[in-house]
């Protein structure tokens, strides 16, 4: 036999050797694999422990499988490592759903229970007992990182779901293990937002809601949102690093996405349906409160979503919170029109400040408190202040035209007087100083002073015009005329009486105010009364029934002026020195 055949007959005996030894130790694993399969049969699931020895004997199964050579037996591996792999992914998604945790700390517990007590805002709200609703707001946002992030999952099981994990990934059932996770983690995550009672709401509902509904639902969001994003979602972000955060960045990423897209969606039609709404001006708070939440957590949802791919959620949340901002702004504009537009006849007859000075001043005063999202709104702090300016020259306006329906003059300055007053004390005790300036302070200290003097001119000066020294005496005559002193003292006592009768009527709220106006009033009338008394009393000595005309002591009007502006009109009809 030629050399060459007795080659080729030695290497066909050896290969036939290396089959019949393949094929024996491929049955030695066939066997493996069966054990291993009965073995994995066996175990009760839901347990840490059943989840560690499943996730031993498919890794073993795993290993098993990629030494098989021959294809039928290598499809038989495939089968029972497929089986593994649904059996580890059970046991992944019951660890995840067994050992699940959504507790929070005493410090969002605290966040919660003062929730529930704020001050609604509304029309009627804005008196001066108003209490700013910015100043009852506790902050999650005061929370530090490790105060913010709790465990979603007990710790003691992270490391079994790691290397479950890693396992299906290296055994290309990537898809698998998504799925499964996402789906255990949606179910957790629509639990949270059920504890967090917060429903989804249409734009019809919404729209129908009375506004002290919808005030409540904004409350309550402003802190479910910031609750669920700076705990949960970062909680969620943290979890799924710890769990996929070694196998796959872009993994890790796309099942936070795929978790959190539909709830944040969710809390993010919110603010858009309000912004819908019609907008009017007791709404302004709670969408800014609205807008400072979302401002102020964009770096938070940014620092969540910057790996996400499409950017989706991130350009939805940016056009929220531009949607937001153009209603707020629309609703300034309403207010200031509805300054504008408001003018009803309707007087106080005491001359006090009107509601609508006080409801303007406070309304802007509480808007103060949103100083920089305000900034942000109006094209920076120019635009801020000249909005302010305008709303208080629209609001003078106003007032002047409703003075104008007040047939007395004096009293005409009184409310112009008590009204301007008011603004300047506004201005002068709260953040408005800061935006208004000093010299609007100045401008209109002056402004309510003139007031003053004006109504002092219109309501003593023809009272006092019975006190001049002209046309006592005769023409040509240097002795004072009886008969024109005892004209003059009743017309100064009438006069004097019916200022008394009609001004203790009038009210003048601010008690600084009022005591200058009473001493400024004393020092002319009595100054006045005194010289003429003092001039021309005597000359009435001997006249009979002389106490009707020189009816009051300057010690007894010293005392009457001081009842006017209390606001509860008397008379001194019938009253007489003693």
């Not at 196998?247 to 990423?253: E, F, P, T, V, W």
């Not at 153009?326 to 537009?341: P, T, V």
């Amino acid at each position: 036999m030629p050399p060459d055949e007795i080659a080729q007959n030695f290497a066909a005996l050896n290969c036939k050797d290396q089959q019949s030894e393949d094929e024996k130790e491929n049955t030695e694993l066939e066997r493996q694999l069966k054990r291993l399969r009965k073995k994995l049969l066996s175990l009760n699931s839901n347990s840490p422990h059943s989840a560690f020895e499943s996730l031993q004997i498919t890794t073993k199964i795993q290993q098993i499988t990629k030494t098989l050579t021959s294809s039928d037996k290598s499809e038989f591996g495939c089968s029972i490592l497929h089986e593994a792999m649904l059996r580890i992914e059970q046991e992944f998604v019951n660890l995840l759903f067994h050992y699940k945790q959504s507790h929070v700390g005493p410090e969002i517990t605290s966040f919660r229970s003062s929730e529930e007590n704020f001050e609604d805002l509304s029309i009627n709200s804005f008196g001066d007992d108003l209490i700013e609703a910015k100043n009852l707001q506790i902050e999650i946002g005061n929370l530090s990182a490790e105060q913010s992030v709790i465990d979603l999952v007990n710790p003691l099981v992270l490391p079994t779901l790691k290397s479950i994990a890693e396992l299906m990934f290296i055994s290309n059932y990537e898809e698998e293990l998504i799925e499964a996770y996402v789906n255990a983690r949606m179910e957790a995550i629509d639990e949270i937002l059920l504890k967090l009672r917060f429903e989804k709401i249409s734009i019809e509902e919404v729209s129908n809601m009375e506004w002290t509904k919808v005030n409540s639902l904004i409350k309550r969001w402003n802190w479910v949102f910031k609750i669920f994003v700076r705990v949960y979602l970062t909680s969620e972000r943290r979890l799924i690093e710890l769990i996929f955060g070694d196998i796959s960045k872009s993994l890790a990423s796309s099942c936070f996405s795929e978790i959190s897209k539909v709830p944040m969606v969710h809390l993010m039609s919110f603010p858009t349906t309000v912004a819908i709404c019609n907008p009017k001006t007791e709404k302004l708070f709670r969408v800014l409160d609205m807008h400072e939440t979302l401002v102020e957590m964009l770096g938070d949802v940014t620092n969540l979503y910057h790996e996400q791919i499409d950017g989706s959620i991130l350009a939805e949340y940016r056009e929220v919170l531009l949607r937001l901002g153009e209603f707020a702004k629309g609703i300034l504009i309403e207010f200031r029109s509805a300054i504008q537009s408001n003018t009803s006849k309707t007087v106080l007859a005491n001359g006090a400040v009107h509601p609508i000075t006080r409801y303007v001043m406070n309304y802007i005063q509480t808007l103060s408190a949103y100083s920089s999202t305000l900034e942000s709104l109006l094209e920076g702090r120019k635009g801020k202040e000249e909005y302010y300016a305008s709303i208080a020259i629209i609001l003078e306006s106003n007032l002047e035209s409703r003075s104008r329906f007040y047939t007395d003059e004096a009293l005409q300055n009184i409310f112009m007087m008590n009204n301007i007053c008011y603004m300047v004390q506004k201005v002068k005790d709260s953040d408005l100083r800061s935006i208004m300036g000093d010299n609007w302070i100045r401008s209109h200290n002056g402004r309510f002073q003139t007031f003053a003097m004006n109504y002092e001119r219109a309501s003593w000066g023809s009272v006092l015009s019975f006190l001049r020294d002209e046309g006592i005496c005769h023409p040509g005559s240097s002795i004072p005329s009886r008969s024109v002193l005892k004209e003059r003292f009743k017309g100064f006592n009438s006069g004097f009486e019916e200022a008394y009768r009609v001004q203790t009527g009038w009210l003048v709220p601010n008690s600084q105010l009022r005591d200058d106006l009473r001493i400024s009033t004393s020092l002319k009338v009595l100054q006045g009364y005194r010289t003429f008394v003092g001039r021309y009393g005597t000359c009435l000595d001997g006249v009979r029934h002389r106490d009707r005309y020189i009816k009051y002591r300057p010690d007894d009007l010293e005392g009457f002026i001081l009842d006017l502006f209390e606001g509860k009109q008397r008379s001194l009809h019938g009253v007489y020195r003693r």
